[in-house]
């Protein structure tokens, strides 16, 4: 059973109180939210998802770093990459406070300075679907040793009928309607041909997502709603962050894959 340290959940909130003067309200906002209840929920699912003790991992498009420090807990040697600069220097500084074993650097996922093979697993949650997710997916699995385990997620169109009906997390810096609205003019470009805005979302269906896995050889895929696959440890406190449909639509779901031993 991997637990998280006691003077963890100390440091966390310390961190996350010096850095919110560096960040818009909308990223204050969402570091508090995602450190909210501590590293626990995240070290739970990695132990579901099945990437306890794996080896070298890849945290790609690691964010504030909740994944990426949960994955160190879990015994495992961690490189994290990030396109954001000043998430990247935020879990530079609490991987060092924690001592652990966690190498953050700024960088894009759709390509990366890692050689072919590199990473004994990979995990991409959040960020797919803000990328050309096609060549993201192509670079994840070229730095994924063959048999090695893949985890990423993406988001349903009933994701986007939810912002644009509630309002979601809306600051004053963000407006989830309108995110929604801009997303679905992206995926349009995307798929027309037309140029896409950087950073904005690409609507991506499971069944998009599993065929590209698929002809870039991956195997053994599996999808569910976010939170859904693997098997919680007993006694987890299990609640998915996300629902599966909303709306009568998906909403956010997730991938679970090995790549094959002759994939390309």
């Not at 490189?79 to 924690?98: E, S």
């Not at 499971?206 to 709603?225: F, H, K, N, Q, S």
Request: glycine share 10%; hydrophobic share 40%.
């Amino acid at each position: 059973m991997h637990d998280v340290p006691s003077h963890v959940a100390a440091c966390l909130k310390d961190a996350v109180d010096a850095a919110t003067p560096r960040f818009s309200p909308n990223d204050a906002g969402f570091a508090r939210r995602v450190f909210d209840k501590g590293l626990a929920p995240y070290l739970e699912r990695i132990v579901q998802y099945g990437f306890a003790g794996r080896g070298r991992v890849l945290d790609a498009g690691c964010g504030f770093g909740q994944w990426s420090l949960a994955l160190a807990l879990a015994g495992n040697e961690v490189d994290a990459v990030d396109i954001a600069a000043n998430r990247v220097d935020f879990l530079t500084d609490v991987a060092g406070a924690l001592r652990l074993p966690v190498r953050p650097a700024q960088g894009g996922i759709e390509k990366t300075p890692f050689p072919d093979a590199t990473f004994d697993a990979v995990f991409c949650y959040g960020v797919l679907f803000l990328t050309d997710w096609k060549r993201s997916v192509a670079e994840l699995l070229r730095v994924l040793r063959p048999g090695g385990l893949l985890y990423c997620n993406a988001n349903g169109f009933g994701w986007y009928k939810h912002l644009w009906h509630t309002g979601h997390n809306r600051t004053p810096d963000y407006d989830p309607a309108l995110r929604a609205a801009r997303a679905l003019l992206n995926t349009w470009n995307y798929h027309n041909g037309q140029p896409v805005e950087p950073g904005m979302d690409i609507l991506i269906t499971p069944e998009e997502l599993a065929a590209e896995l698929t002809a870039r050889g991956a195997c053994d895929i599996r999808v569910d709603g976010e939170g859904l696959l693997g098997t919680p440890a007993p006694g987890a406190e299990f609640r998915p962050f996300f629902q599966k449909e909303y709306m009568g639509d998906p909403g956010v779901y997730e991938v679970l894959a090995e790549k094959a031993a002759a994939s390309r």
